[in-house]
């Protein structure tokens, strides 16, 4: 079953660096996602992106965040310069049409711990 | 109003018993709906999408009410492993809302 992947699958880094997250989604699907779970939190939607463009994106989704697709595979988060309430599960996922179709899928996540 | 509401739950049920969980929408432009599975400190996995006809899937069946934006999902013949935090999904147009999900513990 063709699957997100996401890289790296834990992350401790100290607040004011900037760290970049990793995903390659499906490869056919057109539309990438990311969101963020603080721990005990809702999933949290924070941007949509297609046709190598921001779509659509959350008021999280502020200047320190922005989204990549540098090569045909990987869909990158980069967060410039972290903060503690930066902390949190970020899930990267794809999905074939805009509104869902026959579903989104999303990868296992990266752990990010701001220390 | 949130966009996607549901009760967070705990539901606490024996094995075997059947049990409905609901939501609820606000956002009329959501154009698809489903159910997902979250286990613990994992990622959300599709359980499955939800279709005003209703769709079933073994033990789980789901059913969207449109006119009263309404979204409920019934397992019956709960298993231990059913254990889990269900999270109702809305998807508009690039932008997917997720509800904070209810709890079920399924108890031997």
């Known amino acids: 079953e063709p699957e997100v992947t996401q890289t790296p699958s834990h992350q401790v880094t100290q607040m004011g660096q900037e760290v970049i997250l990793r995903c390659v989604p499906i490869?056919?699907?057109?539309?990438f996602y990311w969101y963020r779970q603080i721990l005990g939190q809702k999933v949290e939607f924070l941007v949509s992106?297609?046709?190598?463009?921001?779509?659509?994106k959350s008021e999280i989704f502020d200047d320190q965040f922005s989204v990549e697709r540098p090569d045909g595979s990987n869909f990158t988060l980069k967060i410039r310069s972290t903060k503690l309430e930066d902390s949190a599960m970020y899930f990267c996922?794809?999905?074939?049409?805009?509104?869902?179709?026959?579903?989104?899928?999303f990868g296992s996540g990266t752990r990010l711990t701001v220390v | 109003r949130k966009e996607v509401e549901q009760d967070p739950g705990p539901f606490n049920v024996p094995e075997g018993a059947t049990v409905a969980f609901n939501c609820t929408y606000s956002?009329?432009?959501?154009?698809?709906f489903f159910w997902y599975r979250q286990d613990c400190r994992k990622e959300p996995k599709l359980l499955m999408s939800?279709?005003?006809s209703g769709n079933e899937d073994g033990r789980f069946t789901a059913q969207l009410n449109r006119a009263s934006q309404y979204i409920s999902l019934l397992i019956r013949d709960s298993k231990l492993s059913d254990s889990a935090t269900y999270l109702c999904?809305?998807?508009?147009?690039?932008?997917?809302?997720f509800g904070i999900g209810t709890k079920l513990q399924v108890i031997p």
């Open positions: 490869s056919n699907h057109l539309y």
């Open positions: 956002n009329s432009a959501s154009q698809s």
């Open positions: 999904v809305g998807g508009g147009y690039q932008k997917v809302t």
């Open positions: 996922a794809s999905s074939a049409f805009s509104t869902g179709g026959d579903g989104y899928t």
């Open positions: 939800v279709y005003s």
């Open positions: 992106f297609y046709n190598n463009e921001i779509s659509e």
